[in-house]
């Protein structure tokens, strides 16, 4: 992580550009979930049918995971990067974050199968 970050300043600048990123990408994400919810709805879809059961629960732990994994870990680098604390590099190298991410790849695939394959049917 040292060859990637010349100090603090370098850390704040990569979250600051990640945070938009991130920021727009929840929106997004709400935004469709908003759609779909209409969609449902309008459709006479039942909110409690499996495949929709299935991506309440796995946004749920997607809100979960984001919450007290990732959000925590980048609130920790900062204050590391702000103090120039010799944490920094150590959290930097934390992997816990990485696998975070992808179980937000994965668990979003699988919520995007669910939608559209809809197992257990539509009823």
């Excluded at 007290?68 to 150590?90: F, I």
């Amino acid at each position: 992580a040292q060859r990637l970050w010349q100090g603090g300043d370098d850390v704040e600048a990569a979250f600051d550009a990640e945070w938009k990123y991130t920021t727009t990408s929840q929106f997004l994400f709400v935004v469709w979930m908003i759609f779909g919810l209409l969609n449902a709805f309008f459709s006479g879809f039942n909110f409690f049918a499996p495949w929709l059961l299935i991506a309440y629960v796995l946004l749920g732990v997607i809100i979960i995971l984001r919450g007290s994994v990732t959000t925590t870990w980048q609130q920790r680098v900062l204050q590391a990067a702000k103090n120039n604390s010799p944490d920094l590099e150590t959290l930097l190298d934390d992997t816990t974050p990485r696998t975070a991410i992808w179980a937000y790849i994965v668990l979003s695939v699988i919520i995007v199968y669910a939608m559209t394959l809809k197992p257990g049917g539509i009823q």
